[in-house]
């Protein structure tokens, strides 16, 4: 039989994405604040004081309050990993870095978050309906896409140069 | 970006930091193992049980012991109480430690005995230990007009059932002088176990 995930595996994950954060941003801060590495890994710390009092207080707080405050620990890690993703695109025009950093860290984070939450719910006897299953697979290639173009102009300025002539 | 063309201070502080990730994950992840290893209850199978006695299947009853798939309950049919004698039953069942170690037992009332008590004067259970001091009594009595039960259980026994050991649970039975034949009473105890 299959164990079961615990609300705590998405602060384990936000935590992974929290070090995976430290670590890229210390490779690229000639580009970043230089304090940015260090206050990821303290982020990451936080998470480990997440679970470190979901552990203490295992009994006390109950799934519902645990699944929450993980999730929201997760929810802060992803958009950190977005708000990264935007930093590079918008405010400092690196439209190379912010491309590698769409496909390679920001779109697979989103969607293994995404399967995470799914087989939790799944797991936890929630149905997961098919409509929403289409709406989520729809959304994942529109956002992919969008993101690409975004940080791509010269593909649509090229696309629409070949339009005009 | 080439990491071989990374400056030296460069590549200390990502040397540190890859060295905290790393004890990060690590205990984060090692915090979360054992948070499933507290939350996993393991299904097994109880060590302490009752068998079958010598006295099942016999006397005026005759006495009928039935056990449950895992013999953790025993219902006992067919007990008889004669007018104004006492009746003992010493062997219907046993419990039985299977157990590698000896565990402590107690005798604790479930369900009291309500009806008929003009018609008997006492059903008594005893946890027969082999030790004198490890002999438990719960004894249901009648005045003629109501039942008195035990209020609460029996003290846990001290030496306890030993690995392999086995007690009988002996039942005593009296009637008043008077009952009424064919009347009943149904009494339910717990045998347990720590």
């Given at each position: 039989m299959a164990s079961a995930l615990l609300p705590e595996f998405f602060a384990l994950l936000g935590i992974d994405l929290f070090l995976m954060l430290s670590l890229l941003t210390c490779l690229l801060d000639d580009r970043m604040p230089k304090a940015l590495p260090y206050i990821y890994q303290m982020a990451a710390l936080a998470g480990f004081g997440h679970i470190l009092v979901s552990k203490n207080f295992f009994t006390v707080f109950g799934d519902y309050m645990r699944f929450w405050y993980c999730f929201i620990y997760l929810l802060v890690s992803l958009a950190n990993i977005v708000a990264v993703n935007v930093y590079f695109g918008v405010v400092n025009k690196q439209w190379t870095i912010a491309k590698f950093w769409s496909g390679a860290v920001t779109f697979p984070s989103i969607l293994i978050s995404i399967f995470f939450v799914a087989n939790y719910g799944f797991l936890q006897g929630m149905s997961f309906p098919l409509f929403l299953q289409i709406a989520l697979v729809l959304s994942a290639i529109i956002m992919g896409t969008s993101i690409a173009i975004f940080l791509s102009p010269e593909v649509l300025r090229n696309r629409s140069g070949r339009k005009r002539r | 970006m080439n990491l071989k063309n990374l400056p030296a201070k460069k590549t200390m502080k990502l040397l540190a930091l890859l060295l905290t990730s790393l004890l990060i994950a690590s205990v984060s992840a090692f915090t979360y193992y054992s948070l499933t290893i507290s939350s996993t209850i393991t299904v097994y199978a109880a060590n302490v049980y009752f068998i079958e006695g010598?006295?099942?299947?016999?006397g005026p009853g005759p006495v009928i012991l039935t056990l449950d798939s895992t013999n953790t309950t025993a219902t006992i049919t067919g007990l008889v109480a004669y007018k104004n004698a006492s009746l003992t039953y010493t062997n219907v069942t046993l419990v039985y430690n299977n157990g590698g170690s000896a565990s402590q037992l107690r005798l604790a009332p479930y369900t009291d005995p309500s009806t008929?008590?003009?018609?008997?004067v006492y059903v008594k259970f005893l946890l027969?230990?082999?030790?004198?001091?490890?002999r438990r009594w719960l004894n249901y009595t009648s005045d003629g007009s109501s039942w008195t039960s035990p209020g609460s259980a029996t003290s846990w026994t001290?030496?306890?059932?030993?690995?392999?050991a086995m007690w009988p649970v002996v039942i005593m039975t009296k009637a008043n002088a008077t009952a009424t034949a064919s009347q009943t009473v149904d009494i339910a105890i717990t045998v347990d176990v720590q």
């Open positions: - | 010598t006295d099942n299947n016999t008929n008590p003009e018609d008997f027969n230990a082999t030790t004198a001091g490890d001290t030496t306890g059932l030993g690995a392999s």
